[in-house]
């Protein structure tokens, strides 16, 4: 899965080409595990349990994301430009780690 501006796009064939994942929201960033994670423009975070055939919205980073990452404990990890943030719910809630303002 690769996020471009139309919103995410998927590859069966090994990279070699890609299909938009027409059910998705426009995600930033996406990580695979335990589903399909992926965070919005403005933060908000959305799961796919189905390889991104359906999805579900879930919480909010609190700004603009910049990295994100899923742990192998299922833990959502994530930064702004201020805040480096964490997940233990799959997305629902999350409480800062760092705050570098």
């Given at each position: 899965?690769?996020?471009?501006?139309?919103?995410?796009?998927?590859?069966t064939?090994?990279?070699?080409?890609?299909?938009?994942?027409?059910?998705?929201?426009?995600?930033?960033?996406?990580?695979?595990?335990?589903?399909?994670?992926?965070?919005?423009?403005?933060?908000?975070v959305?799961?796919?349990?189905?390889?991104?055939?359906?999805?579900?919205?879930?919480?909010?980073?609190?700004?603009?994301?910049?990295?994100?990452?899923?742990?192998?404990?299922?833990?959502?990890?994530?930064?702004?430009?201020?805040?480096?943030?964490?997940?233990?719910?799959?997305?629902?809630?999350?409480?800062?780690?760092?705050?570098?303002?």
């Amino acid at each position: 899965v690769v996020t471009v501006e139309a919103g995410p796009h998927i590859s069966t064939d090994g990279g070699q080409s890609f299909d938009p994942l027409d059910q998705a929201p426009v995600l930033m960033l996406v990580d695979w595990a335990d589903g399909l994670y992926g965070i919005a423009p403005d933060g908000a975070v959305h799961h796919s349990a189905d390889s991104g055939a359906s999805w579900e919205a879930r919480g909010e980073i609190g700004g603009r994301p910049h990295a994100m990452t899923v742990g192998p404990n299922g833990a959502v990890y994530a930064a702004t430009e201020e805040v480096i943030v964490v997940s233990a719910d799959g997305g629902q809630t999350f409480s800062v780690l760092f705050d570098m303002s």
